[in-house]
C-alpha cells in the first residue's frame, strides 16, 4: 500500500508547543526579568514562596497579552513573513480556543497576585493586561504611527508591579524604571522596523517608516534615546542607586547613543544596508538586560 503523503502538515492539530508559541515565550522572558529586578532592588523582599508566585503571575499575565494579541491580530500576522508561521494564522489553533487560554490565563494571574501578594499589584497587573490588549493591540496600533511610543507603557510594567508585590507601595526609583523602559521602547522598536517594514506595510499597520518615512524616523530613534539615556543614568545622582550602576549605566547608554547616531547618519533605504539599524536593535536587548542586572547587582554589593 502505497504511503500517504502529507500535503498540509499546518493543518495537524496544536500542542504544548503551539500553546507556549501562544504565549510569546521571548517577549515573556524580558517582562519576567524585569519584573524580578524591580522585586529584588526593592527595600524589603517578601517570603521566597510569595515572591515567586509574583513573579509566576506576572509571567502568567504576560502570556495573557501574547494570546489576547495573537487572537486578535491573526488577519495581520497571516500577512507578515516573521508571523505567517505562528499557531493561529499556520491553522494549528482556533480563535476561540486562545480566546479563552488568553482571558483565563489573564483573570487567574490578577486574582492570584492579589490573594498571594496585595491587591495594589494586582490592580497594576490587571491595568497592564488591559492597557496592552485595549489601548495598543486594539487602538493604537492599527490606527496611529505613536503605537509604540503609548502602547510602551504596557512593557514598562512589569518591574513596577514587582516592586509594588514586594512594597505594597509606588516610589520614585520604582517610576524611574518603568520610565526607562517606557523610553527605551520606541528607539528599540523602531529600529527593528525600519529594516522589516515591508513587513508592516503588508499588513497595513501604521508603524513611523511606513507612515512618515525612514529619515524622519532615524531622528526619533536619535531622540528618544536621548531622554531614555538621562532617565537611566538618573537613580545615581538622585541617590537611589550606587557608584557601580551609575558608572556601567553611563558607558551602557554612551555606547547606545552611538549607535543610535550611527543610525541617523545611515542615509541607505535598503534593509540588507541596514546595518546600524540591526546593530542597535541588538544592542537595546542587551542593554536593558545589563542595565537591570547591574541595578540589582549594585542593590545587592552595596
Not at 27 to 36: C, D, E, I, K
Not at 98 to 104: I, N, P, Y
Not at 239 to 246: D, E, K, Q, R, V
Not at 259 to 287: G, I
Request: a positive charge; aromatic letters at 12%; charged letters at 10%.
Amino acid at each position: 500500500m502505497p504511503a500517504i503523503e502529507m500535503t498540509n502538515p499546518a493543518a495537524l492539530p496544536a500542542d504544548w508547543r503551539d500553546i507556549l508559541a501562544l504565549t510569546k515565550p521571548r517577549v515573556m522572558s524580558l517582562v519576567v526579568f524585569t519584573a524580578l529586578c524591580g522585586l529584588l532592588v526593592a527595600p524589603a523582599l517578601p517570603p521566597l514562596v510569595l515572591g515567586f508566585t509574583a513573579i509566576l503571575c506576572i509571567a502568567l499575565a504576560a502570556g495573557a497579552c501574547g494570546a489576547l494579541n495573537q487572537w486578535y491580530e491573526v488577519e495581520l500576522d497571516a500577512k507578515m513573513r516573521r508571523t505567517a508561521k505562528r499557531p493561529l494564522p499556520a491553522g494549528r489553533m482556533d480563535r476561540q480556543s486562545a480566546l479563552h487560554f488568553g482571558v483565563g490565563l489573564a483573570g487567574f494571574s490578577v486574582v492570584l497576585m492579589g490573594l498571594a501578594t496585595n491587591w495594589l499589584a494586582a490592580v497594576l497587573l490587571a491595568a497592564s493586561i488591559l492597557f496592552y490588549v485595549m489601548i495598543y493591540t486594539v487602538w493604537l496600533k492599527p490606527r496611529t504611527p505613536q503605537n509604540i511610543v503609548i502602547g510602551g507603557g504596557a512593557g514598562a510594567f512589569p518591574p513596577l508591579i514587582g516592586w509594588v508585590a514586594a512594597t505594597g507601595q509606588v516610589s520614585a526609583l520604582a517610576i524611574l524604571l518603568f520610565a526607562i523602559i517606557f523610553l527605551w521602547t520606541p528607539p528599540h522598536f523602531w529600529a527593528l522596523s525600519l529594516f522589516v517594514r515591508s513587513d508592516y506595510a503588508a499588513a497595513g499597520i501604521p508603524m513611523l517608516p511606513v507612515v512618515k518615512g525612514i529619515e524622519p524616523t532615524r531622528r526619533q530613534v536619535f531622540l528618544y534615546s536621548l531622554p531614555m539615556a538621562a532617565a537611566a543614568i538618573a537613580p545615581w545622582p538622585l541617590g537611589l542607586a550606587g557608584p557601580i550602576y551609575g558608572v556601567c549605566a553611563i558607558i551602557l547608554n554612551f555606547v547606545f547613543l552611538v549607535l543610535a547616531a550611527r543610525v541617523l547618519a545611515n542615509r541607505s533605504t535598503d534593509p540588507a544596508q541596514m546595518e546600524p539599524e540591526k546593530h542597535l536593535f541588538a544592542f537595546s536587548v542587551f542593554y536593558l538586560f545589563a542595565l537591570f542586572t547591574v541595578l540589582v547587582a549594585d542593590r545587592w554589593i552595596a
